[in-house]
């Protein structure tokens, strides 16, 4: 993917320019969601990274519920900020526990990254993808735009032999007790390529 690296974050003016050349180097570098790096959204290091190899065969839609959706990039900035210090901090995780997360200005977030075991869906969090659409999607679908960014993240990364070319794609709800992706989100990707109506859900205690 074409981005850019090595950013640093010293205040919001710095921020904004990054934040306009990582939508215009995306652009110019072919069908890729704008981007967004760890280094521009200010990302505390990891406490530990552990890898996975091979093509990716579970992508797993998450909605954040909290914080509630973001429609600017500082907005999103501070979204992530937040879930990595209630991820990092309190739920005392090795980092944010999305792989990606999607914001209302229609760009993808750097989260913990392709093949980096994740903390978003127990039992599948070392062979898939964690994509996050942050907000509360239970009653309202998101923004075109938020969609479409999602789609082409997973495109993208089939294009590039990242995730499987016969990927599943499943929302959070369905290896999980939980709401998660929201029922208006959920019934969204049923429409999708690769969805799977598949339920692994088994006793939480067990996990």
């Known amino acids: 993917m074409c981005i850019a690296k090595d950013f640093h974050l010293p205040n919001v003016a710095i921020a ?18 704008p981007y967004v790096s760890r280094d521009v959204w200010n990302a505390q290091p ?16 998450h909605h954040s519920y909290i914080p509630a959706a973001c429609y600017s990039g500082l907005q999103c900035i501070a979204a992530m900020q937040s879930m990595q210090r209630m991820h990092q901090d ?7 526990g999305y792989s990606f997360a999607v914001g209302g200005d229609g760009r993808v977030y750097q989260g913990r990254g392709f093949n980096v075991v994740g903390a978003h869906a127990p039992r599948y969090n070392n062979r898939s993808v964690g994509i996050c659409l942050i907000g509360d999607w239970v009653a ?21 032999g990242i995730i499987a070319q016969n990927y599943t794609l499943l929302g959070h709800r369905q290896v999980r007790s939980t709401e998660c992706p929201g029922d208006r989100l959920f019934e969204e990707i049923k429409s999708w390529p690769h969805f799977n109506p598949m339920t692994d859900i088994v006793d939480q205690n067990k996990v």
């Not at 990054?18 to 652009?27: D, F, K, P, Q, R």
């Not at 990891?46 to 839609?61: N, Q």
């Not at 309190?90 to 944010?96: A, G, L």
Request: glycine share 4%; charged share 15%; with cysteine.
């Open 140 to 160: 309202d679908l998101p923004p075109k735009n938020m969609l479409a960014a999602t789609q082409t993240l997973i495109e993208y990364g089939v294009r590039q």
């Open 90 to 96: 309190v739920r005392q995780w090795n980092d944010i």
């Open 16 to 33: 904004l320019l990054i934040l306009l050349y990582v939508t215009v180097a995306s652009e110019a570098c072919g069908p890729a969601p």
């Open 46 to 61: 990891p406490k530990l990274i552990e890898h996975f190899a091979g093509p990716i065969p579970y992508v797993i839609i």
